[in-house]
């Protein structure tokens, strides 16, 4: 079956919190100080706090609280090392915590863009096309299957290509109807999960955040 909403991208649709220091670098890379972004992760919403000089990274601190504690939590440590090593939001992630790595490099990427006087038309623009994206939906069903597509800095269409989740009962099914709703009213891919179905609503958000990425 194959599902079809359309969701309109207005401005971002990962929100960045406030951070100090913004202000455009002139005599470096960065604008020595501290920096703070957010973005979707498996369980909710994930924050990488950087600080920088003017030519490094210095500290990174990563938070998630309702990151599944054995997977997503137990990764947060070595995502931070990644990201300060790398010295750049570009980095391998952890296997086996996809969602969280996603969301973490997103939201280092806010950091540094804010680090680096990057305004907010330069950190949204999307480039068009469609993408044909993956993610694990629940557990013993298979992956969940879209093309996401992006046209004039929105997300246009989400089409649900191949899902087995539905079959599993009632909740799995309410995730597709009504989550995608949500999004268009929040704007945001930090949308609460369906209840009862977590999996499901975690894997349609990852595809959409894979296409943005």
Not at 22 to 36: D, M, R, S, V
Not at 52 to 80: F, M, N, R, W
Not at 94 to 104: D, L, M
Not at 158 to 179: C, K, N, V
């Amino acid at each position: 079956m194959k599902k079809v909403w359309k969701l309109l991208l207005c401005g971002a649709l990962l929100s960045t919190m406030a951070s100090c220091g913004q202000k455009e670098a002139t005599n470096g890379l960065y604008t020595p100080g501290t920096y703070t972004g957010e973005a979707q992760g498996y369980g909710g919403t994930v924050t990488v706090t950087l600080t920088t000089d003017a030519s490094s990274i210095t500290d990174v601190k990563v938070t998630g609280e309702h990151e599944t504690p054995s997977v997503g939590q137990a990764a947060l440590e070595t995502l931070a090392e990644q990201i300060k090593t790398a010295g750049s939001a570009e980095i391998d992630g952890v296997s086996g915590a996809t969602a969280t790595s996603n969301g973490i490099k997103a939201a280092a990427k806010q950091a540094l863009d804010q680090a680096m006087g990057k305004d907010e038309q330069e950190k949204t623009a999307l480039t068009d096309g469609t993408y044909s994206v993956q993610s694990t939906g629940y557990s013993w069903t298979g992956m969940i299957h879209a093309d996401v597509t992006i046209q004039d800095n929105a997300i246009t269409s989400i089409a649900i290509t191949e899902e087995h989740d539905s079959e599993t009962g009632e909740m799995a099914a309410t995730a597709f109807d009504t989550l995608i709703p949500r999004l268009i009213e929040n704007q945001s891919l930090a949308t609460d999960a369906i209840s009862g179905a977590t999996a499901t609503s975690n894997a349609i958000k990852d595809c959409v955040s894979q296409a943005i990425e």
